[in-house]
T-cell receptor, first 110, second 114 residues
Framework: QKEVEQNSGPLSVPEGAIASLNCTYS??????FFWYRQYSGKSPELIMS????GDKEDGRFTAQLNKASQYVSLLIRDSQPSDSATYLC??????????FGKGTTLSVSS | EAQVTQNPRYLITVTGKKLTVTCSQN?????MSWYRQDPGLGLRQIYY???????DKGDVPEGYKVSRKEKRNFPLILESPSPNQTSLYFC?????????????FGPGTRLTVT
């Protein structure tokens, strides 16, 4: 069973701090990786995708991928209360499905 | 506006009464999928479709049916709903037939089966 693991949290950070969210996956053949943000009662919203080793930056968000360690992370700089949500890591499996982690809940306090 | 729509958004029904949840996308996406989300279990895939007339089971297909007669529509059918199908359901679509690309989600359907 291919798995995607995330720390459920909650992860609490003060406003303006860096939030670091982590994800590991079991399928070494995985090729594409995604971070979704989900507010309570709402649908998941894609915020980052990453396909190759290294860092990818988009505004306050940076995704990091290390395929050798089977590890994906998301950094949120200058965290805002509006970033408080559940963050889902998703990994493409065999090109036919996304496998989601159970999510990490982030709480940003003002 | 590019979007995935689902109807109904909320549904309360009784055990055994057949129901259909519709899903439609206007982005000409090849791939469509249904998920259910339950507390502590996360998002789990029910069925997916890589193209018209091509559907396949996900991780939790029991008790569900789907069809893909048109590219834009992917309805989820519960022939005989049971209380353990009470859940939050999401439809999603992706440009790439393999689902390897980014997936875009509908607003969700909250189903309660009594």
């Amino acid at each position: 069973q291919k798995e995607v693991e995330q720390n459920s949290g909650p992860l609490s950070v003060p406003e303006g701090a860096i939030a670091s969210l982590n994800c590991t996956y079991s399928d070494r053949g995985s090729q594409s990786f995604f971070w979704y943000r989900q507010y309570s009662g709402k649908s998941p919203e894609l915020i980052m995708s990453i396909y190759s080793n290294g860092d990818k930056e988009d505004g306050r968000f940076t995704a990091q991928l290390n395929k050798a360690s089977q590890y994906v992370s998301l950094l949120i700089r200058d965290s805002q209360p509006s970033d408080s949500a559940t963050y889902l890591c998703a990994v493409n499996q065999a090109g036919t499905a996304l496998i989601f982690g159970k999510g990490t809940t982030l709480s940003v306090s003002s | 506006e590019a979007q995935v729509t689902q109807n109904p958004r909320y549904l309360i029904t009784v055990t055994g009464k057949k129901l259909t949840v519709t899903c439609s996308q206007n982005m000409n996406h090849e791939y469509m999928s249904w998920y259910r989300q339950d507390p502590g279990l996360g998002l789990r895939q029910i069925y997916y479709s890589m193209n018209v007339e091509v559907t396949d089971k996900g991780d939790v297909p029991e008790g569900y049916k789907v069809s893909r007669k048109e590219k834009r529509n992917f309805p989820l059918i519960l022939e005989s709903p049971s209380p353990n199908q009470t859940s939050l359901y999401f439809c999603a679509s992706s440009l790439y037939s393999g689902g390897a690309g980014e997936q875009y989600f509908g607003p969700g359907t909250r189903l309660t089966v009594t």
